[in-house]
């Protein structure tokens, strides 16, 4: 099916491009331009592509395709949050969410339909691994967030799936992402979140500078291993330095810890500590997430006043720490609010709960 299609230009960033006008006996910067045209100035056909001769458009044309994800639904939320359904050509659904916060906007990004990693308290766990989005599955989200709202100020890859286990495909769209030539995003500006695939991060640090958050919610291997049993494969011990390493060698950053507040189970002034001893001499900040309660989830979020006083243990012992705010979940777009319509593994068509598009992190 997908592979009896044309080769699809928005699967390419720049270095691809160029490679194929060279291996069609092209110049390669009409393949910048072409890249140009579609990321700068959103434009997809070919017959508007100006700079190039009608003879190569008319030959682009018969080679290769533009297809994007289709957008079947947009919501958007009284605080200015916007929510996308994208329908992908397989009929696969993914959510994207579009986060405006004064100057600065977010476009939040889903990686892959479903996720493997089976985190206790994420609805995304409960609908299993469906499969990779493919780098044009991935930039569509940020072309189409861009032609409807601007082009955003931030990415983040913390929608549906695990960014570090689709690899090569999340790596080329954040390249085009950081591109000049198209999103122009700096690197502290595009921010991969991951749950840990240690291996991984140390491949990133080899072709990528852009941001990194880490899904740690808890101080120990005992609880973590619980709640993200990726854990008993990369224990702490093991994720702790990937990401200090990650960051050596570039003094303003940071490590964005992201850190689901859930009522009794990780939330004591215990852990807290525990959370300050494992974390010191780590340039960090802590994004204290409320937990968004789905159903058939036996987790409850954390009252406010837990969670400020945990985040005041933080901040006394020069943890940066903020509360992630609660955005579009009138529209079902918070962390763990959203719902896709995607085929199982049985190929019935199912509606779930998704629970991973998020506010932004900083
Ligand atoms: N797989 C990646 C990307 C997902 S980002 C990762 O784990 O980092 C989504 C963030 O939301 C993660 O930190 C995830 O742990 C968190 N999350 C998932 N379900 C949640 C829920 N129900 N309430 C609050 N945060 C949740």
């Not at 339909?113 to 089976?118: E, K, N, Q, T």
């Not at 101080?219 to 990401?243: F, G, M, S, T």
């Not at 570039?250 to 494992?278: C, F, P, Q």
């Amino acid at each position: 099916m997908a592979t009896e299609n044309p080769l699809n230009l928005l699967d390419l960033d720049r270095g691809g491009m160029e490679a194929l006008f060279a291996s069609i006996g092209a110049k390669p910067f009409h393949g910048r331009n072409v890249f140009k045209w579609i990321h700068k100035h959103g434009v997809t056909d070919f017959g508007q592509m100006t700079d190039l001769s009608k003879k190569l458009r008319a030959r682009l044309a018969d080679m290769v395709e533009i297809r994007l994800p289709q957008i079947i639904l947009e919501k958007p939320s009284s605080d200015g949050t916007t929510k996308w359904v994208m329908e992908l050509e397989d009929g696969q659904r993914v959510e994207t969410v579009y986060i405006p916060d004064g100057r600065r906007s977010t476009v939040c990004v889903s990686s892959q339909v479903g996720c493997a990693l089976d985190c206790s308290f994420c609805s995304t766990a409960r609908q299993g691994f469906n499969r990779n989005l493919s780098v044009g599955e991935i930039i569509g989200q940020v072309w189409h967030a861009s032609r409807i709202k601007g082009v955003p100020t931030n990415v983040v890859l913390m929608g549906m799936g695990e960014p570090l286990a689709n690899f090569e495909p999340v790596v080329s769209a954040m390249e085009i992402m950081q591109d000049d030539l198209a999103y122009m995003l700096s690197k502290y500006r595009v921010t991969i979140s991951t749950s840990g695939i240690v291996p991984n991060l140390y491949r990133l640090k080899e072709r990528s500078d852009v941001s990194l958050a880490v899904s740690l919610h808890a101080p120990d291997n005992e609880l973590r291993d619980q709640l993200v049993p990726i854990n008993r494969k990369y224990p702490l011990e093991e994720l702790i330095p990937a990401c200090r390493d990650f960051i050596r060698g570039d003094k303003r950053r940071k490590i964005t810890w992201e850190y689901v507040m859930l009522d009794g189970i990780n939330d004591s002034d215990a852990h807290a500590k525990a959370l300050i001893r494992l974390l010191e001499g780590t340039p960090s900040k802590m994004n204290l997430i409320p937990f968004n309660p789905f159903p058939g989830s036996d987790y409850r979020a954390s009252p406010p006043e837990r969670i400020a006083a945990f985040r005041q243990r933080l901040l006394r012992a020069g943890i940066m720490t903020i509360v992630r705010k609660t955005r579009g979940d009138d529209i079902d777009a918070a962390c763990g609010q959203l719902v896709g319509r995607v085929r199982d593994r049985s190929r019935r068509t199912v509606s779930v709960p998704l629970s991973s598009v998020q506010e932004a992190c900083r």
